[in-house]
Antibody
Framework: QVQLQESGPRLVKPSGTLSLTCAVSGGSISSDDWWSWVRRPPGKGLEWIGE???????NYSPSLKSRVTISVDKSKNQFSLKLTSVTAADTAMYYC????????????WGQGTMVTVSS | DIQMTQSPSSLSASVGDRVTITCRAS??????LNWYQQKPGRVPNLLIY???SLQGGVPSRFSGSGSGTDFTLTIRNLQPEDFATYYC?????????FGQGTKLEIK
């Protein structure tokens, strides 16, 4: 069974860059699935940030596209998120997620990591 | 982008009740619709995929239906552990979009 674990700084300064990594265990990141990031700001709903396929193809949320980069490291079986020019509005619980390749359902979620943007 | 609109935004019900949550897509998405449950402090959990297929391990009191633009999630015989927030999500195309959520509370 695939398991996902997020890691990265929990506190980021305004105008800085948020960087998170998701380690994939129990399966290969080179499977026929997409690997995604989703966030939930406090008191709000779920927001899809973007996704990557092991070959490097990416899709991003239009509202975040100018600030987001998702990359994959097949040698380490992990993928990463970078979000630049962060503000308080980027404070959220960030989840890495495995998306079923054929159905597009968000099947497996990491435990999530709370990132706060504050000086 | 495909907009997903859930109704109601919040709902009060009692243990044993039957409740229905509706999700409407801004354009046809066939049956590319999934439902998730999120309890406070917990990770979202996939309940229903492809509009009506029950994810493994999910109790049979949960069911989904619909196609095109209109979908429903029904929970029969509500149990205490079902009080949570529910989200629909379309997987027809990117950007992948969620509904705003429906908070199910105990009456």
């Amino acid at each position: 069974q695939v398991q996902l674990q997020e890691s990265g700084p929990r506190l980021v300064k305004p105008s800085g860059t948020l960087s998170l990594t998701c380690a994939v265990s129990g399966g290969s990141i080179s499977s026929d699935d997409w690997w995604s990031w989703v966030r939930r700001p406090p008191g709000k709903g779920l927001e899809w940030i973007g996704e990557i396929y092991h070959g490097g193809s990416t899709n991003y949320s239009p509202s975040l596209k100018s600030r987001v980069t998702i990359s994959v490291d097949k040698s380490k079986n992990q993928f990463s998120l970078k979000l630049t020019s962060v503000t308080a509005a980027d404070t959220a619980m960030y989840y890495c997620v495995n998306i079923h390749g054929a159905l597009g359902s968000f099947d497996i979620w990491g435990q999530g990591t709370m990132v706060t943007v504050s000086s | 982008d495909i907009q997903m609109t859930q109704s109601p935004s919040s709902l009060s019900a009692s243990v044993g009740d039957r409740v229905t949550i509706t999700c409407r897509a801004s354009q046809s998405i066939s049956t590319y619709l999934n439902w998730y449950q999120q309890k406070p402090g917990r990770v979202p959990n996939l309940l229903i995929y492809a509009a009506s297929s029950l994810q493994g391990g999910v109790p049979s009191r949960f069911s989904g239906s619909g196609s095109g633009t209109d979908f429903t999630l029904t929970i029969r015989n509500l149990q205490p552990e079902d009080f949570a927030t529910y989200y629909c999500q379309q997987s027809y195309t990117t950007p992948r979009t969620f509904g705003q959520g429906t908070k199910l509370e105990i009456k």
